[in-house]
C-alpha cells in the first residue's frame, strides 16, 4: 500500500527524522541562507552536494538503529510570501519544490537497505515569523495561503506534509483543511514557550483539540517542534487530554526561550545525552510517540542520542 494511503508511522515503530537544517548548514557548515531559507541550496550542484552530505548521516542513524525514516525537505521557508522576499515567482517556487521532492526520492533511493520505512514529507513553514508573528492570517486566509506549496506536494512523490513552528491554532487549521483539500496527509507541529503554551497563548492541549474539532480530525497526528523538553514535560504530563493525537517530537538542543534564541550569535547545541533522555522520558505521557528528530541547534548527535535512549 503506498505511504500516502497508510503512513507507516501511524503503526509504530520508531521514526527518525534529520535535526536543525539551517542552524547546522548556518553554523556548523558556515553556509549562508538569507531569512534562513534552505531552499535556495537546491538550485546548483555545490548547494545540492550541501544538502546531500547533510541528510546522510541521519540516513545511516536510521540503518544502524534499525528505525524508519521521515525525509523532511529543505522547504520550510518555500512559500509565496517568503520565496516573494527572496526574489522567487510563483513558476520558480513550484519547481523548487518538486525538485525538493526529486531529491528525498534519490536519498530514499540510496537508502533501501534500511531497517524500516523511508518516508517522505513536504516541509511546511509558517507564513510569518516561527517565534512572533506579526501577521496572523485567519483559518480562511491561511488555507489559502498554503494550498499553493501543499498542491504542489500533492503533485510529487511527497508521501505527506508536515507543518514545523506553527505558533497560532489558526493557522494550523487552514494546514490541515489544505492538505485534506489536496488529498495529502498532514502532521501539525505546534511550537511552544518556556511555559508549555504556544507564543498566541493558547495551552497546546486546547491549540491541538481546536484543529480536530475544526477540520473533522484531518491532521494524521500532531508534533513539537522547536523548544526544549524542560519548557513542555510538566505542561504534557497535565494535560493528558492531547497526549494521544502527539507522536512527533522535534526539540532544541538549547534551553533558552526564543526570545533569547534570536538574539544569539553563536550556537548552542546543548548536551545530546541528556536532551535525547528528556526526550526518551517524554514516552511516559505521550504513548504514541515515535516519531524522533531535532530541531534548532541539534545535528547528527543529537538525533543518536535519542534513538540510542529510545532503545
Do not use: K
Not at 519544490?97 to 531529491?103: G, K, V
Not at 514529507?121 to 499553493?148: E, F, K, M, N, R
Not at 498532514?186 to 483539540?209: C, K, M
Amino acid at each position: 500500500m503506498p505511504a500516502r494511503e497508510h503512513l507507516p508511522q501511524l503503526d509504530g515503530g520508531l521514526f527518525l527524522t534529520d535535526g536543525g537544517i539551517e542552524t547546522t548548514l548556518i553554523f556548523l557548515r558556515g553556509i549562508d541562507l538569507p531569512e534562513f531559507a534552505a531552499f535556495p541550496l537546491l538550485l546548483e550542484d555545490e548547494g545540492l552536494d550541501a544538502l546531500r552530505a547533510y541528510y546522510a548521516p541521519y540516513l545511516r542513524l536510521a540503518e544502524e538503529h534499525g528505525a524508519g525514516f521521515v525525509l523532511e525537505s529543505p522547504t520550510w521557508r518555500a512559500s509565496p510570501r517568503w520565496g516573494q522576499m527572496l526574489g522567487y515567482d510563483a513558476d520558480q517556487l513550484d519547481a523548487v519544490n518538486r525538485r525538493a521532492i526529486a531529491l528525498m526520492e534519490e536519498l530514499r533511493a540510496t537508502t533501501a537497505t534500511a531497517a524500516g520505512p523511508v518516508v517522505i514529507s513536504g516541509c511546511i513553514g509558517p507564513h510569518d515569523d516561527g517565534y512572533d508573528p506579526a501577521v496572523q492570517l485567519d483559518a480562511d486566509a491561511a488555507q489559502a495561503y498554503h494550498a499553493t506549496q501543499i498542491e504542489t506536494f500533492a503533485d510529487t512523490a511527497a508521501d505527506l506534509v508536515t507543518a514545523l513552528t506553527m505558533t497560532y491554532v489558526e493557522e494550523a487549521i487552514g494546514v490541515a483543511r489544505a492538505a485534506a483539500t489536496a488529498g495529502i496527509p498532514a502532521a501539525i507541529s505546534f511550537t511552544v514557550e518556556t511555559d508549555g503554551r504556544l507564543p498566541s497563548g493558547q495551552p497546546l492541549a486546547d491549540a491541538i483539540g481546536q484543529v480536530d474539532a475544526e477540520t473533522g480530525g484531518a491532521p494524521a497526528y500532531f508534533m513539537v517542534n522547536c523548544a526544549h523538553p524542560t519548557h513542555f514535560a510538566d505542561v504534557l504530563a497535565a494535560e493528558a487530554g492531547s497526549t494521544e493525537r502527539i507522536r512527533g517530537l522535534r526539540p532544541n538542543a538549547s534551553r533558552m526561550s526564543h526570545a533569547e534564541l534570536d538574539e544569539a550569535t553563536e550556537l548552542d547545541s546543548g548536551d545530546p545525552a541528556d536532551l535525547g533522555a528528556r526526550s526518551a522520558a517524554l514516552r511516559a505521557t505521550l504513548p504514541r510517540l515515535n516519531v524522533v528528530g531535532g530541531c534548532c541547534g541539534t545535528d547528527d548527535r543529537h538525533v543518536d542520542a535519542m534513538a540510542r535512549a529510545w532503545g
